[in-house]
């Protein structure tokens, strides 16, 4: 057995186990319901502060860990604002880069005050190559500036049911005002993945970006769970120093979905716990275990290592 399907076989025979009645009960919260709090269970091992794993369907909470602890979101804050410009429609529309658009670091799409890109191809740049100068635009064209951006953000967020959150930015640069949880960011992420193109763009491992110079970029999508964890369908990635790594992740497996959140984690664990989260979950669905895969991570994927822009 390859070293790739012997780490997710351990993987497989750690969710059984814990699967299995009779088990020791752990600090962490599994539920049968929406609810995060409904029954405690078992433990899983993360290296995340929090962790949340939905069933996508259902909307059924199936694993949580500290679900309600406010954590720093980074750039997953990036699924709520396609979200909104999603569903605020008129995708074509082209949208004029202004001067304050290009004035945040580091990760950016080095855009030009005057240049003018439509909302779709936006969205792709925004959340492939996790672009901050990319969302101040869409959310200064969709709301007139951030702070009512900002406002949007967190009524859309309050619909959704994340209570628990509060967004003072689209892009997740640091602000100690800016923090969501584990079970709100579950419940934006699926909300988001019910829009057929947030899907397809989450999805995308590459997209090919054309200025209206000319230049043109490849952008690959920094979520390398879509190359190494087979069923993988999104989300997004996202670090700070204070927030640390975090993932949203998504899997399609034999008819079930499962939508996995880990905040504050470290380098390995995003990776790793999202495995064990999206493991778990497939399994626990009704997964044969046999059509959980994975592969070798490869040396030439570095992960998530920009402040702020990953």
Known sequence: ????????ACLIVAALA???????TGTSTAQSDASPSAATTQELPLAAQSAALLDSYSGEFIYTKNPDARQYPASSTKILTALIVIESGDLDRLVTVAPEDTKVEPSNLNLR????????????????????D???????????????FAEKMNLRAAE????????ANPHGLHDPNHYTTAHDLALIARAAMEQPLFREIVSTIYYT???????????????????????????????TRPAQQVLVSSALRSGHEVISVVLHTDKP?????SKTL??????????????????????DDPGNTDEGGR
């Open 160 to 167: 959704l049911g994340a209570t628990s959150s509060h967004f």
């Open 18 to 24: 814990i699967c299995a009645p009779g088990t020791l």
């Open 278 to 299: 999206l493991s778990y979950g497939l399994i626990k669905l009704g997964c044969p275990p046999e059509t959980i895969v994975d592969t070798i991570d490869r040396v």
């Open 113 to 132: 005050p005057g240049e003018q890109y439509t909302r779709r191809q936006m969205l792709f740049g925004m959340l492939l190559k996790s672009a901050n």
């Open 209 to 239: 970006w054309r200025t209206p110079s000319g230049k043109v970029d490849q952008l690959r999508n920094h979520n390398r769970l879509l190359r190494h964890f087979a069923g993988c369908n999104g989300l997004k990635t996202g670090y």
């Open 269 to 273: 664990g995003i990776w790793v716990d």
């Open 134 to 148: 990319v969302a101040m635009a869409l959310a200064r064209d969709n709301a007139g500036s951030v702070s009512a």
């Open 1 to 8: 057995m390859d070293d790739g399907r012997r780490k997710i």
